[in-house]
């Protein structure tokens, strides 16, 4: 995939929500990718401070912590 | 079985690229994830989906850096947030397969009977059914319509009013319908949870009136038969078992009792004649209301000895200290158990004199 700075995503969003970006968007005068972006990192961020979710994360990356480093790269 | 979103995997990459989220979400293809995550969601056996996750996001490329890790990563999460474990060694098997994705010469199935070769079901728990009853429940009320008060008390709150043993009745119940390769979790299998408890006044009513655990199994296979295969981590409740725990929870409430046991348990699938459960108890023991009066009975008993323990206690209360209560109570309780026990072999021995046409109170 290329490795641009930003992109443009394209996202399947409810009406509303999309309303709401764009309405978000016109206000701060900035455009509906960048503040679907951040409200994409904040759903992101809630997620990585969900207890179970975080837990289960650690507990998979020390248990294969291993096993993860001696996969080979496709980069 | 829980299907992972967009941010799930994002927050998995933003982790182990060690990246802030708003980083994430710039080095990820979420168009790409989106595409792989719809595919998974077509899927149903957990293998399966797993297989059809890491050979799109491996063919894919979603992640603009360590990608296989990354996907490899967001497979663990999505395996282990279902109750399994992805065994990964030996690892040179794992980037053959991914070579192999990635060349296009692995299928997704190919992916899936290799993930299925290295996964482990972790045994359900308690509080993992807890979890998924909630849900179930949560998910019938979206599609039915209900009163005010059965919302609020259906789903959330049912589960955890579940007493310790009525909790392992379940846990029993989920294994009962593994061992017979079952895909869901009906009244027969809280049947037979009831019984193999063996604690609870329910099973001890069971076996007084001749229910046993190798009677029901023969009847479970004669009715239903044996399975194809049970479900991967826990095993979902029709809806009579459902109907059960609700009846269970109504009578628990009406009783004034502060957890649903597994006598209430029990009423739920006496009540239920239609069910598996029901037919079974009609079929084993005859008369499925002599059973209902029984267990009542015994009920009363229990209700009445644990009133004259609360009195007593109360009457005590300027005179105890917590720890001796404590030790009053798990006194009280034995000696209620040795009572039921005593009651039930007075109960076996006048049966045994009328069956010999000896008049008990001769």
Request: glycine share 6%; proline share 3%; with cysteine.
């Amino acid at each position: 995939m290329a490795k641009d700075a930003t992109k443009n995503i394209l996202l399947r969003l409810d009406p509303e929500l999309a309303e709401r970006l764009q309405t978000v968007a016109s206000v701060e005068g900035r455009s509906v990718s960048d503040v679907a972006r951040e409200a994409i990192a904040a759903l992101v961020d809630q997620r990585r401070q969900d207890t179970q979710f975080s837990r289960l994360l650690e507990e998979n990356l020390s248990r294969h912590e291993e096993s993860l480093r001696r996969l080979r790269s496709d980069d | 079985m829980r299907y992972l979103g967009p941010y799930d995997v994002l927050a998995v990459a933003a982790r182990v690229l060690r990246c802030s989220s708003a980083d994430a979400v710039l080095r990820t293809d979420l168009n790409a994830v989106e595409r792989v995550l719809d595919s998974v969601r077509l899927t149903s056996g957990l293998a399966e989906s797993a297989g059809v996750m890491l050979a799109g996001l491996v063919r894919s490329r979603p992640f603009d850096a360590a990608n296989r890790v990354v996907a490899v990563a967001v497979v663990l999460q999505f395996v282990s947030l279902n109750r399994a474990e992805l065994q990964l060694e030996p690892v040179a098997d794992v980037d053959e397969l991914l070579d192999r994705i990635a060349a296009g010469e692995a299928s997704y199935r190919e992916a899936g009977v290799f993930i299925r070769s290295r996964l482990e079901h972790r045994p359900v728990k308690p509080e993992d059914l807890q979890d998924d009853l909630r849900l179930e429940l949560l998910l019938s009320e979206e599609t039915l319509t209900f009163d005010v008060e059965q919302e609020w008390w259906r789903g959330v709150r049912m589960y955890e009013q579940f007493s310790d043993p009525a909790r392992r009745v379940i846990v029993l119940a989920q294994e009962e319908a593994r061992g017979f390769d079952h895909a869901y979790v009906g009244t027969e299998h809280l049947l037979l949870g009831l019984i193999t408890e063996g604690q609870s006044i329910a099973a001890r009513v069971l076996n007084a009136v001749g229910i046993t655990a190798p009677a029901v199994k023969d009847l479970v296979v004669e009715i239903i038969g044996r399975g194809n295969g049970a479900a991967e981590g826990s095993i979902p409740f029709t809806p009579r078992a459902k109907s059960t725990f609700e009846y269970a929870w109504g009578e628990s409430k009406a009783r004034g009792a502060e957890q649903v046991r597994p006598e209430h348990l029990l009423l739920g699938v006496l009540n239920d004649r239609d069910g598996v459960g029901g037919q079974i108890i009609t079929k084993l023991a005859a008369d499925i209301d002599q059973v209902r009066r029984k267990l009542e009975e015994r009920m009363t008993w229990r209700e009445r000895s644990e009133s004259l323990v609360t009195g007593m206690l109360a009457e005590g209360a300027s005179w105890t200290t917590y720890g001796r209560r404590h030790h009053l109570i798990h006194e009280l309780t034995a000696l209620l158990d040795e009572n039921e026990r005593l009651h039930e072999q007075v109960a076996n021995l006048r049966d045994l004199l009328r069956r010999h046409e000896i008049d008990p109170d001769s």
